[in-house]
């Protein structure tokens, strides 16, 4: 008779022990669940304004003249994608801009933007030209001019960017428009902005 209650109360200890368990797995899993979710990571977007210096409708052209040697240069906009850019091993998702040209003197280039920090302002574009919001590693200076003659019109609102660290170079900015000129230190290339057709 002892020994009949001993197992029944060895059974129900058991079935505790497996519910505890269970119960248990239950716990451990919900917490982990509450865990992935509260580290989502962020999404970060170019800023508007980021985007009205560099992101332009297929079909736009820009055609530049170089102002020394007066060999020109055809720039078409054949190509653009606009994704969310996952990295798994990457602190944050981000929006990230790609661009196909044909360009007459240097065959095709290819552009995108990055992010190279938790601030959207940091974003970095390169392309037919660098462009930032800020300084960082790549920028010496930024100025802003308020008008600047190339050839013969007038752009106000320019935004010039001294790139030391790649390539020695000035870009200078207009929104809506792109690159308006591209003058590099080192040589005696001097890229000025002939005309332009933004296909809206």
């Known amino acids: 008779m002892n020994f009949f209650f001993v197992n029944l109360h060895l059974s129900n200890l058991k079935i505790s022990i497996?519910?505890?368990?269970?119960?248990?797995?239950?716990?451990?899993?919900?917490?982990?669940?509450?865990?992935?979710?509260?580290?989502?990571?962020?999404?970060?977007y170019m800023p508007q304004e980021f985007?009205?210096?560099?992101?332009?409708?297929?079909?736009?052209?820009?055609?530049?003249?170089?102002?020394?040697?007066?060999?020109?240069?055809?720039?078409?906009?054949?190509?653009?994608?606009?994704t969310i850019y996952e990295l798994n091993n990457f602190y944050c998702n981000c929006e990230k801009l790609e661009q196909n040209f044909y360009s007459s003197y240097n065959?095709?280039?290819?552009?995108?933007?990055?992010?190279?920090s938790d601030d959207p302002s940091f974003y970095v574009y390169r392309g037919y030209g660098?462009?930032?919001?800020?300084?960082?590693?790549?920028?010496?200076?930024?100025?802003?001019?308020d008008s600047l003659k190339i050839i013969d019109e007038w752009y106000k609102n320019v935004y010039c960017i001294y790139n030391?660290?790649?390539?020695?170079?000035?870009?200078?900015?207009?929104?809506?428009?792109?690159l308006i000129?591209?003058?590099?230190?080192d040589s005696s290339e001097n890229w000025l902005l002939k005309s332009y057709h933004i296909n809206n």
């Open 51 to 82: 985007k009205d210096y560099v992101d332009f409708p297929v079909g736009s052209y820009w055609v530049y003249e170089d102002s020394v040697s007066r060999i020109k240069d055809s720039i078409y906009l054949y190509g653009r994608n606009l």
């Open 164 to 178: 030391y660290a790649n390539d020695k170079t000035y870009y200078y900015w207009v929104k809506y428009i792109g």
């Open 130 to 145: 660098y462009y930032t919001m800020r300084k960082n590693w790549n920028v010496e200076y930024i100025i802003n001019y």
């Open 107 to 116: 065959n095709h280039l290819r552009a995108q933007s990055w992010l190279i």
């Open 18 to 44: 497996m519910k505890a368990k269970f119960y248990l797995f239950i716990l451990i899993i919900s917490i982990l669940c509450l865990a992935s979710s509260c580290k989502k990571k962020p999404t970060y």
């Open 181 to 185: 000129k591209k003058e590099n230190v």
